[in-house]
């Protein structure tokens, strides 16, 4: 389950290993909130990623674990391993190859401004 508004993932009933459970949804959170992704156009799955390293999954990604998640997934690597989850809400992220922002409306993800860099010095 899931909240409404920002898909966060609540504590499901009956669980017995909570520190799982707890530091999933924080990982979860951690991502979410200080959304840097690394790209948005790399298809094939890395093979030595950093931890926190965090893609938006293409239509035609590869590897063992992207080639599973569906296209618009954030793939995660946490803990040694890959995970994904769909956009949800206004989610909005920082893309480092692109330089440049951009916020999920619901079917894909828009541009909202390239890097304040380029702003620097206009007023």
Do not use: C, H
Not at 51 to 72: K, L, Q, V
Not at 91 to 120: E, H, M, P, R
């Amino acid at each position: 389950m899931t909240t409404p508004i920002n898909g966060w993932d609540t504590w499901p009933a009956g669980i017995t290993q909570a520190n799982q459970v707890v530091n999933d949804f924080l990982s979860s959170i951690d991502t979410k909130l200080a959304l840097r992704l690394v790209s948005m156009t790399t298809d094939a799955q890395p093979g030595s990623p950093a931890e926190g390293d965090a893609y938006i999954i293409t239509g035609s990604a590869t590897g063992a674990a992207w080639a599973t998640y569906d296209e618009f997934d954030i793939a995660v690597y946490i803990g040694a391993a890959w995970t994904a989850f769909p956009p949800t809400g206004a989610l909005t992220g920082y893309v480092v190859d692109q330089d440049k922002w951009v916020a999920w409306d619901g079917s894909a993800y828009q541009d909202l401004i390239q890097s304040v860099s380029q702003y620097s010095g206009q007023r």
